[in-house]
Structures are given as C-alpha cells and as structure tokens.
C-alpha cells in the first residue's frame, strides 16, 4: 500500500531542505523514494501549504521509572481536574492533562497529539531498569528507551579506584547497556550520590569521594572514553556536579573540559548556569556557559527550561535533592538511596513567575537557547518534568520563535530578576527550520536513530503535519496529521488511533570474561542474581505489543 | 550460585511466598514432588511444595460449585458482570501482568479495586502522602547497616530469611559483628532473636499499643529536646536516649517496620514518627526507613496501578453488586464474606468456606507460569519462572490474563 503525502513544505535539515515544496511517499510504514508510473496510490493526503517535518524526538524526558512512580504515588493532588488561570494555562495543550506526573497512557498520547514520536527516559537506574521498561511498555503511540546510570554504582567506584585498565570499564559499560536495554549511559552527580551514602554534602569536580578517593573528574574521563571507545553514538550523559547551587557555572565550565576533548553532552544545563553576582546572590551566567559552548565543539547540551506552575523535580541526585528539599511545595520529599547502584530524590516544585529565583531561571534557560550559535549542539528539553511538563513544549517554542511575545512575558517577572537579565538584548528568534533541527534532526544524531527524525527514504515514516501560523505555540500544539509508521494516528490533534511504538537500544560488543568479577560481587554484596539483574528481550516483546530496534555501533 | 552446577532435576527460583522475593532458591524434582534444598524458609516451602494430593486441589472450574468447562466458566463471569453496575475487584493477588489485565477489565466494567493488603498498605501510603519519606533498600541495608531498629515487629514473621541474608552477613562497609539490632515491641523474645553473628542485639518490651507514644518520644530524642518524664508508658526515658544516641552515632542506621503488624487506630502518625526520625538523622549523619511487609503481589499492583492510572492503590470501600475475587499466590486467604454473586479467580489449593458463584483455578506465577514482580523495596523488579510442569506434569492451568481478556472480550 502507498501513501502520497502531496505538495507539503518540508522542513527537513537532515538533508538541508528548508521549507522546499515535495511530495512524500510512504510504504510499508517507511519513506520511500518516488514509485513508478504503474504504482497504485491507495491515499493521498493533499498537503498545500502545510509544514511538514518529521516527528518530533524528546532525548531528555523522564517517562518511566522508579522516581517517576514515586512522584505520580506522593502526590494525588496533581490528578485532579482543576481550572488552570495564567500562567499555567499557558503551558498546556488543548488536550492537556495539566498534570506533571501523567499516567502511561497520558504520556503517550500527550507527546503523540504534538507531534512527539519518540522520547527517552534519561535516567534509568540498572537495578531498576525493568520497571522502566515496564512502565514505557505500558506508554502507547511513541518509540522510546534510555539511558543507563553509572558513575555511583560501588560496582564501577571498587573498579576504578582499584585503578582498573580502561578495557576492563568498557566491558562493564557495554554488559551494562544489554543488561538493562539501553542506548546510553548517563552519569548523574558523578561520585555525589556515593559520597553522600557516606554523608559527605557536595561533592566538587576535583574533590574525593571519601571513601573511594576517585573525583568526579575521574569518573567523567573514565566513562566518556569508555563510551567512545565502544563506538556508542550517544556521548556520555552528564548531569555535573553542584545542581541548582549559585556559582555552580564554574563546575559546569571545568566539566567541559573533563573528557580531554571525548564528546559529552551536558543535561539541562539551565540549572548548572547561576553565578553569584548581585544582591541575592543569585545570576545568570548564562553568558559564560554559552561562550564555552560555542567554542567547545565536542560538547553538547539540552536546556532544561523552566517554566511557571506546579511541577515535580524527579531526580537521582539524592545529594541535591536532599540540600532542596526545603525548598518542597507541597511540603513533602522523598530521598531514598538505592541498592549500592544509585539514589533518588523525588521533590515537588512550584516555580513562580513573581519569585526572584524563579524568574531568573526562566530568563537564563533562553538566555542559553538563544545565544548557543549552532542549533545541531543545544536541544529543546524541560527536562520533564523537572523544569516543566513537557506539554509545555508548544509554549517554549513560541517563546523561543516570537521576541515580542518572549518580551512580553519577560516584562511580567520579578522586576530584580528582570534587572539581572540582559533578555531584552538578545533579537534571536528561531526559524522553523532550527526548530526541526533542535526537535528532530539533531535529536536524531545525538542518540544514532538512523532512521529517525528525518524524511529522506528509508526513514521510518513518523511525521508530522502543522499549519502554518502566526501563533507558534497554537501551531505546535495541534498538528493537523501525525504519522506513526506510516500510520495516521492523529488527526487535527486528537488522536485516532492506539499504537504501539518500538524500544530502541544499542548492544556494543564486551569481553564475556567480564561476568567473572561481576557474578562474584553479585554473590557477595547484592541481594540478587546477576542472572535476574539482566533484561531479556522477551521481556519487552512478549507481549505482542513491545519491540526493539537495537541500533549498530560505529 | 551458578546455574551451570545444577544437576538435570534442579532449578535455581525466585520466592513470591513473601515480599523480599528470595532469588536463589535451589528446588529439586523428586518423584514429582518439588522440594527446596537450600535454605529452611517455610514460606518458601508452603510456596514450591503445596500438596498436590488429587482430593484436595481444585483444578476444574465450578459454576455453583458444579463442575464447568472454562469456557462455561468464563461465560458466567461475563454474564454477572455484564448485569453489575458497579462490582468491586478484590483480592488482587497476582504480578503485573496479571494485574494489568484486571486493571483493563476493571475500567471496561467500572470496577473499583481493593487488593487484600489494602489496609495495612494505606498506613504506608497515608505518610508517603502527606510528607513523604527517607527510605533505602535491601542491597544498601547488607552493605551499610550498623545499627538496625526493628519498630513493633520480629521481621522474621513477616520475612523468614531477612536476617540470614541481610544483616547477619558481612557487607562492603561493615561486618555482621559490627552491627547492632535494636527491637522494640511486644511479645517478642530476645532468646530467639540473637544471633551470635552479631555481638550487640537488645529488646525494649513495649505494648503495640504504647508504640504511637514511644516513637514520638524517640522522635523528640533525637531532635534534641530534653524530656522531664523519667517513664514513658512504662519504658525508660533513659533508655530510649541511649537507643537515640545510637541512632545519631551511627554511620547508616535503619529503621525498619511492617505495617501489617501496627494493626491499631491510626497507625500512619506511628509510622510517620520513625520516617521523621530518619529525616532528622539526615541531617547529620546518613539513616534510612525500611517499610517490610509487601506480600501477594501488593507492591507490585499498587505500582502498576499507579502508572496505569496516576495514582496508588487505594484502600477504598465502595458499595458493590458483584464481586470479582483473584488469588494467585496464597491458598490460606479467603475472599472477604459477601451476599452478591462471587467469581474466584483463585489458587488450586484454596479451601473455600462460600462456594463461589463461579470458581476458576489459574495458574500461580513463579509456579505454574512465568512471571514479574517488585520487590517490598520497590527497587528491584525480579522475573518469576515456570518450575512446575518443567519438573513435574504440567497442570495445564490457565494464566490470569488469559481468563481475564476471555472475559473482556465477551463484554
């Protein structure tokens, strides 16, 4: 059966198409190049004047998981129906759920509705890595996967304290990623959630954790070459050192150059740009991480914006989690240290527009979007829901597309906020075409999709159909037409069909002797087989609905 | 243990007979008969080995206590649920498969869900709730664990092996002989409770109902403030100081509970006393709450219901025309007594006092079929296997979500 998707504009940078008139063909739920004369057409959808891109990836969501099931179980209060006023009822869809900790069904169809056809949860814990998958089994309409915590696992600390040769980290990073089904490692707090098992309070770049006298440095070095020495596309996935803390830039700036030159990628790195200048102490340093950024090319970063309203930080710095605790609203936290593997911190969070703190957070988060210069380094993320719900992505988008509209809501904040920030000054707007880049293409790369978030043949045919508008966030909030798989799945934003998509993974080849020292550690400090801590593929997929596309290393 | 050093007739399976999900356990066939080798935990025993005495199991489906087809048997549950408005699913005695077929069923019939535990649960719940928690887990209590305080419970009820496997070994951090356990509560013996792997293990006899005032003044201890009572509902002043000294000395103290066992008026504000301590003791030194318990699958339904819906498993009592009662783990519990027509999907070796208006045997994850359930910590997810009709012939019993979506698909 082929499906012709007529006369679109396509966005597409992965193959440098900006806005050209095209027609796409789909078979077989892929792309496919132009059919002969004799091909029937079964469907076609006239296009005119649309825009088209493919569908949308969030390589940083936090869908599934422990610390995700921890918040959705402390705060029932979030399920209720309630009448949103400014500025919360800016932030959501038509059909949003107003809700930072939605169900699995609401995940799915929510990132589905905007046109999100993939999203991956970055933080799963190898202990706890089948309930991810359980939990993203259980989310309808979009492909995800995950990125495998390391870093604080005694496991890793005993080996690189033993100062253990290189080979030997690759093999337990490559055993890792098959054991828990993932396609990254992402490294949280390096060292901090340990030190703080041993009540040390900060752990900074070049400080020992107390008892495995190794510094974050180490970790980071040790881990981003592992990773780029297995040839998995992902770059190590950094949550730095000194979360939140005023002046935690500069470990933010020393982290950059951790890796000696190995690509990293830096998350949500709003809440690792404060300085300390000004009264309050508090101030966007936003400048300076830029300013790094754009000079060092082996570092990428996701931004992790917030936005106004209630929400839920879900982390597994149990370290700074801890520190923030106090600043809980509702009043109520939950830190919990988990299996010697990793920790968790679970802190609900209202950010408020009239809070001085607050509103310089919003202001550095664009500060950053708009002044990294190469669009294919910095990635669209509110690092949900920590920042904001992601339904609030149509909203950035605005924000980041419409200055008058991003000066506006700039001229409503905490007027010493407003003072701290040099906002105004900045006359960016992003251009469709860098939006599909931030959202699709540049996603695509960072994770190694190959056949994602883009529209050349061969590609698997999830895209996305908008009109036109003015009003970006009305624009990105209700596409006309979502394709899953070649599928129309949603139609004029509401969904019209329940599908189910795929778990990506990667599988990098290991040395097999590596079980040795593992199954004697698992017998002597773990309350588990090794056997049991490893995810088969049945596990996913025997259920009919699950299926995993385990991507090749370099 | 390596699989590899197994003879033909053995089988290394995980334990659901309590909530620490026990992983290493060496079963053997003998002449048909599953017997566990390696360790003496009745639990696990009652669990791998039920009789399998002809006379006794309940393997054919029953319509009024009449011997049915499945097929008879799943058309009258869908015939009673299908004239219900508004039935009560109870029980809920399965692994996560499971439970999200009755989940689906339960929002296609408009059902409400209790699961058997629901009560004792809520106690936990209520404090996660309304100020959360500082919890830690079973890997990081055998490898940091100093001092341990058991609140109102001897564990070992609960859970047979928890200190064989957790606390009277060595861990990474400290040795078995460095720790030291603490109990408080009643009816409990200190004779049977030590162990010589651990030089320092004491008991504070206290009443059950003398612990909500009890731990509020260990609460107040450890905060700092000074008392001028010298007694508090008969315990020592002084002795709960010098338990709070231990506390706060400890380089990663626990205290564990099960809330089944604090079965008295609002239990919560007991349970939240021990999670502030542990909040408190954060703020100096490293400590961490341990809530036990977790038997027949209810961590595993109350997080599965959660990220199904958005919400915990509530302990709710909803008026019902129909009730729909699944066991899979336990044949010694009972549905709750009911005048409105009953469907067991439940356990072959139940003995029922009602006859149910429909009864049909399903296959036991970690038994009779393969599996997945969360441990009490809810950290660690453990896969269950199939032993029996690898080892001994198959009972050809059905599993939950099979019965389950025969149902749904009649509706």
């Known amino acids: 059966m082929m499906t012709l998707l007529k006369n679109g504009k396509l966005y597409d940078p992965a193959h440098h198409k900006d806005g050209v008139v095209e027609d796409i063909y789909i078979s077989d739920g892929r792309i496919v190049s132009k059919p002969s004369e004799k091909e029937k057409i079964s469907q076609t959808y006239d296009l005119t004047g ?118 030997a980290i690759n093999d337990y990073v490559a055993w890792t990623l098959h054991a828990t089904q993932a396609i990254g490692i992402k490294v949280v707090n390096p060292g901090g959630i340990s030190a703080f098992k041993f009540n040390q309070r900060r752990l900074n770049l070049d400080e020992n954790n107390v008892h495995y006298q190794v510094t974050p440095r180490d970790i980071l070095k040790s881990l981003s070459t592992a990773v780029s020495q297995l040839g998995i596309a992902k770059p190590l996935h950094v949550h730095c050192n000194n979360l939140g803390v005023a002046g935690n830039f500069q470990t933010t700036l020393d982290t950059m150059g951790a890796s000696d030159g190995v690509p990293m990628h830096l998350t949500h790195i709003q809440f690792h740009s404060y300085g300390t200048e000004g009264d309050k102490k508090f101030s966007s340093a936003a400048a300076q991480i830029t300013e790094a950024l754009n000079k060092n090319k082996h570092i990428t970063a996701d931004v992790g914006q917030i936005l106004f309203g209630q929400t839920v930080t879900a982390s597994g710095d149990s370290m700074m989690q801890h520190l923030n605790a106090k600043h809980a609203s509702p009043k109520k936290t939950v830190i919990m240290d988990v299996e010697c593997d990793a920790g968790c911190g679970v802190v609900p969070f209202r950010y408020r527009d009239q809070n001085y703190v607050n509103a310089l957070q919003w202001a550095i988060g664009l500060e950053l979007f708009l002044s990294v210069d190469d669009p294919w380094r910095i990635f669209l993320t509110t690092d949900h829901p920590n920042g904001a719900p992601f339904t609030s992505y149509p909203h950035l988008i605005r924000l980041l597309m419409d200055k008058s509209f991003r000066n506006e809501a700039f001229a409503k904040l905490n007027l010493d906020a407003q003072a701290m920030s040099n906002l105004t000054s900045l006359n960016r707007e992003y251009s469709l075409y860098e939006i599909a880049i931030m ?103 025997a259920d009919g609905r699950g299926k995993i596309i385990a991507h090749q290393t370099s | 243990m390596m699989s590899a050093n197994l003879r033909t007739n053995q089988c290394i399976a995980t334990c659901p007979a309590c909530g620490l999900l026990c992983d290493d356990v060496l079963l053997e066939n003998k002449q048909n008969k599953l017997n566990v080798l390696n360790n003496n935990c009745a639990k696990s025993f009652a669990f791998f080995a039920p009789s399998l005495d002809e006379n006794l199991i309940n393997t054919t489906p029953k319509i009024a206590n009449k011997p049915a087809t499945l097929q008879q048997a799943i058309m009258h549950a869908a015939k009673l649920l299908k004239q219900a408005k508004q039935p009560a699913f109870s029980g809920l005695s399965t692994d996560i498969a499971g439970f999200r077929a009755i989940y689906h069923l339960a929002q296609k019939t408009n059902a409400s869900l209790q699961h058997a535990n629901a009560q004792s649960m809520a106690r936990n719940i209520d404090v996660l709730q309304s100020a959360g928690w500082q919890t830690t887990t079973l890997t990081e209590v055998k490898n940091r664990a100093d001092v341990l305080v058991c609140i109102g419970s001897d564990i070992v009820s609960h859970h047979p092996r928890f200190f064989e496997r957790f606390i009277l070994q060595d861990g990474m951090f400290v040795s078995a002989k460095q720790r030291e356990i603490i109990f408080i509560g009643e009816n409990l013996s200190l004779e ?194 199939k032993v029996r009709g690898y080892h001994q012939p198959t009972l050809a019993l059905p599993t939950l979500s099979e019965v389950v979506s025969e149902i749904e698909s009649l509706l």
């Open chain 2, 192 to 385: 049977k409770l030590k162990n010589d792997a651990v030089e320092a293990t004491s008991l504070l006899p206290c009443r059950a109902a003398d612990l909500p005032e009890i731990t509020l003044v260990l609460r107040a201890l450890v905060t700092g403030k000074q008392l001028k009572a010298i007694t508090v509902a008969g315990v020592k002043v002084s002795d709960l100081q010098s338990i709070a000294d231990k506390l706060k000395n400890a380089k990663y103290a626990v205290l564990a509970w099960v809330a089944k066992d604090l079965d008295f008026a609002h239990a919560e504000l007991t349970i939240q006393n021990m999670t502030e301590t542990v909040v408190t003791l954060n703020q100096t030194t490293r400590a961490g709450a341990l809530p036990l318990g977790g038997s027949d699958g209810d961590t595993s339904a109350n997080n599965a219901n959660t990220w199904l819906s958005g919400l915990a498993l509530n302990d709710t009592h909803i008026e019902h025309d129909c009730m729909l009662w699944v066991n899979s783990f336990s044949a010694d519990k009972l549905p709750p007594k009911t005048d409105k027509p009953l469907i067991v999907l439940g356990n072959i070796n139940h003995r029922l006092e009602q006859a149910p208006d429909v009864f049909i045997p399903i296959a036991t994850p970690g038994l009779d079929c393969s599996g997945t359930l969360f441990r009490v910590d809810s950290a660690v997810v453990l896969p269950l296997k």
């Open chain 1, 439 to 541: 959202t699709r293409a540049g996603a695509a790369k960072l994770i190694g999709l190959n056949n994602c978030g883009h529209l050349g043949a061969g590609a698997q045919a999830d895209i996305t159909v908008y009109t036109d508008q003015p009003n970006r966030e009305a624009m990105f909030a209700k596409p006309n037409y979502v394709f899953k798989n070649g599928e129309l799945v949603v139609k004029d934003g509401v969904v019209i069909k329940v599908v189910w998509g795929a778990t990506h993974v990667t599988k990098p080849a290991f040395d097999s002797g590596v079980e040795r020292g593992l199954s004697e550690y698992f017998e002597k400090y773990h309350t588990i087989q090794m056997d049991n801590f490893k995810i088969s593929d049945d596990e996913i997929t």
């Open chain 1, 50 to 167: 649309k825009v088209v891109m493919a569908g949308a990836i969030d390589m940083h969501s936090h869908i599934g998981g422990g610390k995700v099931n921890i918040a959705r179980m402390m705060l029932p209060e979030f399920q209720e129906t309630k009448t949103y006023s400014e500025p919360e009822a800016h932030i959501c869809t038509p059909n949003c759920s107003h809700n930072a900790t939605p169900n699995t069904t609401d995940t799915g169809f929510r990132y589905i509705e905007m046109g999100y056809t993939a999203a991956f949860e970055p933080a799963i814990l190898p202990i706890n890595a089948r309930q991810a998958h359980l939990e993203m089994g259980d989310t309808p309409m979009i492909d995800k996967g995950g990125y495998a915590m390391l870093g604080n696992d005694d496991y890793f600390l005993r080996l690189l304290a033993s100062r253990a040769d290189q080979k």
